[in-house]
């Protein structure tokens, strides 16, 4: 049941008729994100099939033990092809389409939570094809910065796992390791909660670590692997997180559990050095 006292009010008639008729609007909404999806691959896959047009006779010219490979070079080149121009296309439409997220809180079906759901919408259709081939390159990094993503120099972005991209800070030489989840919004039972996420100058997320929407991490942080930022966090600078949901934790702690790690008792001095003794 969804609870519209939650929601702010309503912007215009075409808010009201949103709240009012929750599943015809949501369908149509899918209906057109799914043209409009339809048209961005299209455009996409243009490309590839006009050079496939020309290399397939090319390739049947030549005998059956060289046919086949030629002919499979081509679709593999095609298909690279193709996601690249994927990475230009998405964030055009982005920028041409009411894509433009703001803070929000209240229900899913509001006029305000409509960008949010084209944004994700675009944003997935290459997260889910292509976007884990150009991880760590220029051209990944190209893409997430023309959907609005926050980038510093020498960020290390080793995750292909975002959402809500142009909602996402992220400052200089911070490290995002490997299939870090980072998104910008949170809820459940009907609650949506839009919120910018932050992470600061030289902060390490460790990884498939998850951080949620409404999180700031400062500079200097490190968010230890396989945690969870839950919505409201703020890590403070230089400081240790860890856990599900992740706290701080002290330098003290952390030293005691390095030494566990390495076999070590709380006086740092080994089992087989005692015995030595």
Not at 24 to 44: D, H, N, V
Not at 168 to 189: P, Q
Not at 227 to 243: A, D, N
Request: net charge positive; hydrophobic share 45%.
């Amino acid at each position: 049941m969804f609870d519209e006292s939650k929601n702010p009010p309503p912007r215009n008639r075409l808010d009201r008729f949103i709240r009012q008729f929750r599943y015809p609007a949501y369908f149509i909404a899918l209906i057109t994100l799914y043209t409009i999806a339809s048209t961005a691959i299209g455009l996409a896959l243009a490309p590839a099939l006009w050079i496939l047009s020309h290399w397939v006779p090319w390739s049947a010219s030549f005998p059956g033990w060289l046919r086949w490979p030629l002919l499979g070079t081509g679709l593999g080149f095609s298909f690279f092809l193709s996601g690249f121009t994927l990475l230009v296309v998405i964030p055009i439409y982005n920028r041409l389409l009411p894509t433009r997220i703001k803070p929000f809180k209240g229900t899913y079906f509001t006029l305000a939570a409509l960008p949010w759901f084209l944004h994700n919408g675009l944003f997935y259709l290459v997260r889910y094809t292509f976007l884990q081939y150009v991880t760590l390159t220029p051209p990944g990094l190209w893409f997430l910065r023309a959907m609005g993503m926050k980038i510093g120099e020498r960020a290390f972005i080793n995750t292909y796992l975002i959402s809500d991209p142009c909602m996402l800070t992220v400052e200089d030489d911070v490290v995002l390791g490997g299939s870090v989840r980072i998104f910008a919004h949170y809820g459940g039972g009907g609650k949506l909660v839009i919120a910018p996420t932050f992470i600061g100058n030289k902060a390490t997320i460790g990884l498939n670590a998850t951080v949620m929407g409404d999180v700031q991490v400062g500079a200097g942080a490190t968010i230890l692997a396989h945690s969870v930022l839950l919505p409201g966090s703020r890590v403070g600078e230089g400081e240790t997180w860890g856990g599900v949901p992740a706290r701080r934790i002290s330098r003290e702690e952390m030293d005691r559990i390095k030494q566990e790690i390495q076999g070590l008792p709380a006086d740092g001095v080994s089992p087989k050095s005692q015995s030595v003794r």
